[in-house]
């Protein structure tokens, strides 16, 4: 879609409806945007690519607006092929255009696309005047590869934030926060933040601070819409979700072969539900685990089930726990149960888990084959636990 935002600064992204899979891992069902935007000035500007399948059409809406000028510059803020990997056709069609990067986004063209030379290197703080405007270059490692820089253009406030504020979602046929439902892309945010970037809050609130001092009337990210009116509300998300903040509530995942473990959560989560309405309950083998680990990210609790599985945790449970070491997420109440028919081998891998994440275990309740009245109570009691000590300061 080629779209002007303000002053010559254009949205030149594409939308991608076939994917299936972000990351060959993450189900996109409302699709994703690749965005690019392509800046008027006395030099000719594009930031950032698209993923490579969508070059041509990046490239017809850059040729369009050039009108048969050279591409003087192409910014690249983020490396990962989503953005990247339409390099070379932009390359191959104005082989002059300089490509503003640093000493690691060089370092990454070179072993990717085994680009080696037309360089503007810039380092943290640097400037680029490029006519009416100046644009300012701002590192933020992590956020979320090392290489990854924003670009801040002074005169118009606005930040090419890469994929900072990204989140899923096609833009159908409008670009501005102003004019789409964003219900979806706040939805979409939580998930594409837990999933992607969730291992790197630090890194993102050393990037907030960083960028604090910045006035920033509009924000242009890789993915998702252009964000204007809504700024703050999606400043506060990043805010929130890179400090591991949460809401009062209980993510309840669980793994059954035969029904008797699903007993299990259906009890916990009565007892969660007597204390709060913030109870998610989740079949480890139904909900895409991305789904699972937003839900983690929204709520304070969580407490997870499972039966033994050759004389291990059962293995799309022992999944989901490592997607969640992966993403280091802190401040949870944590509760567990576990299952088996001969013998049980569910404790020692819940508490190998805690002692990782550094999560105190509320409680852990066993059941063999299947579940008595005592287990029952005790079931809802540790459902209930959990969900109090979530609203605790
Ligand atoms: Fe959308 Fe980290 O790439």
Redesign the pocket.
Known sequence: MKRELLNRIYYVGVNDRQKTLFENMLPLPYGVSYNAYFIDDEKTVLVDTVEQPFAEQLLAHVQELLAGRELDYLIVN?M?P??SSGIKTLQAIYPNMQIVANAKTIEMLGGYYGIREGFHVVKDGDSLNIGSRTLQFHFAPMV??PEVMVTYSIEDKLLFSA?AF?CFGTLDGAVLDTELNLDKYYTEMVRYYAC?VGKYGAPVQTALKKLGGLEINMICS??GPVWTEHIGEVVGIYDRLSKYETEPGVVIAYGSMYGHTEEMAEMVARGAASVTKNVVLHDVSRSDHSYILADIFRYKGFICGAPTYCGELYPNAATLLAKIKTRGVKNHEFGCFGSFTWANATAKPFEAFAEVMKWEITGYVEVKQSMTAEQAEALYELGRAVALKTLEK
């Open positions: 983020h990962e989503d953005h979320h590869w994929d990204g992607i890789t993915h």
